[in-house]
């Protein structure tokens, strides 16, 4: 239950960032909050789920989520290397 509940914290963290800068009105986006989405999109990338249902969490909500997939006008923020690699088993 470990692994859900950090994946879930991983999935958390990254929506509040995302949920804040979805709520600045038109224009600049604050440094800290380019910083916050970058740090938590990367650590939820990069985390390898230790179970079958962190891995179908995580890849549930990164398949809905444009920084990982992609928007209708750009390319997504992880090359396709990186997004697998998040989902290989760690190295022994």
């Known amino acids: 239950m470990e692994d859900l509940s950090t994946v879930q914290a991983l999935i958390d963290a990254h929506q509040t960032a995302m949920q804040r800068y979805d709520?600045?009105?038109?224009?600049?986006?604050?440094?800290?909050?380019?910083?916050?989405m970058d740090r938590t999109a990367r650590?939820?990338?990069?985390?390898?789920?230790?179970?079958l249902d962190g891995v179908h969490l995580?890849?549930?909500y990164m398949v809905s989520c444009y920084v990982f997939v992609g928007a209708e006008s750009g390319e997504p923020e992880f090359t396709?290397?990186?997004?697998?690699?998040?989902?290989l088993p760690a190295a022994a």
């Open 80 to 87: 396709r290397t990186e997004l697998i690699s998040g989902f």
């Open 23 to 36: 709520s600045l009105p038109d224009g600049d986006v604050p440094d800290d909050l380019v910083a916050q």
């Open 58 to 60: 995580k890849a549930g």
């Open 43 to 51: 650590a939820l990338c990069s985390y390898r789920p230790a179970t």
